[in-house]
C-alpha cells in the first residue's frame, strides 16, 4: 500500500501543473502530443493532464502580466506647410504637437491564442509583442485626434478631461487582445486646417501659372531657334553656290536677290 501510495502521489504531483505558476502569473501547456492547451493556468485553481507524465512530452510556459505604460510625446509640420505660408504670404504656423500616456495589458484569457498565433513561449516574447503593439497604438491615436482636430467641442471636452472614451474603445476593438487600455492626453495643438487648404490651394494656383509661362517661353524659343535655323541653312546654300559660281557675285553686286533661287526645306 506505501508503495502504490507513493507511485500515485508521484503520478499526481508530476500531472499537477499548478506546481509550476508562482503566484501572480499565468501558465500555458504546450505538448507535442496536445499542443497548446487553450485554458490558462491560474494560481490556486487544480489541473491535472495524464500526458504531462510522458516525459519531455509538456511544458509550461509562465507569463507575468503588468501594466504596459507608454509615453505620447509627438510632433510635426502639415507637408510643406511653411512653403504654402509664405507663397500666400501670411503669417502662419502650420505645426503640431501631441502629448500624454497611454497603458494596456494583455488579457490573460489571450495568452494561449498568442502562444499558438505569435508564438511566444517566454517573457521576453511577450515583451517583444507588447512593444509592438505600442508602437502600433501610438499612430491610431495620432491619426485619431488628427481626424478630430476640427471639432471644436470634442477638442475642448478633450483638453478639461484629458480622456476620450471612444478613444479608448476603437483602440480596444483594434486590438481585442488587450484590456484596461488608457489614453490620456496632456496637451495636443493642431494648426488651422482650413487655412491650410486654402494656401495650398493657391500654391497650386501659383505653380500652375508658372508651368504655363514656362511652356509658353518654351514654344516662343523653340520657334526663335527652328527660324534660325531655317536662315542659317539658307545663308550656307547660298554661300555653296556662291563657291561654285562665282560669277554671281558680280549678279549681287547688280543689287539682284538670289533668295529667290532658293526654297526652305531644299
Known sequence: ?????????????????QFEVPPGSFGVL????????????????FRWYWYKLIPSNAEVCVFTIKPVN??????????????????????????WSVSGEFSFSVKPEALPSLCERENISSQE???TLENAWSRSIEPLILNRLNALANDGNIMESLLLQGTLPELDREIEATFPDLEKISCVIRTVRYPDYTLYTSARTL?????SHQQKI????VIRNAENNIVSRLKLDELEKIGDVLTRY????????????LSSLFTYGE
Open 1 to 17: 500500500m506505501l508503495i502504490l501510495l507513493i507511485i500515485a502521489g508521484t503520478v499526481f504531483y508530476f500531472g499537477w501543473v
Open 30 to 45: 504546450r505538448s507535442k502530443t496536445h499542443g497548446i492547451n487553450p485554458e490558462i493556468i491560474r494560481q490556486g485553481e
Open 70 to 95: 507608454r509615453v505620447l510625446n509627438s510632433s510635426g509640420v502639415l507637408p510643406s506647410g511653411t512653403i504654402y505660408a509664405a507663397i500666400a504670404g501670411i503669417d502662419a504656423d502650420f505645426s
Open 125 to 127: 516574447d511577450l515583451t
Open 203 to 207: 500654391f497650386n494656383e501659383y505653380v
Open 214 to 217: 514656362l511652356e509658353s517661353n
Open 246 to 257: 562665282p560669277v554671281l557675285v558680280q549678279f549681287l553686286a547688280l543689287g539682284r536677290d
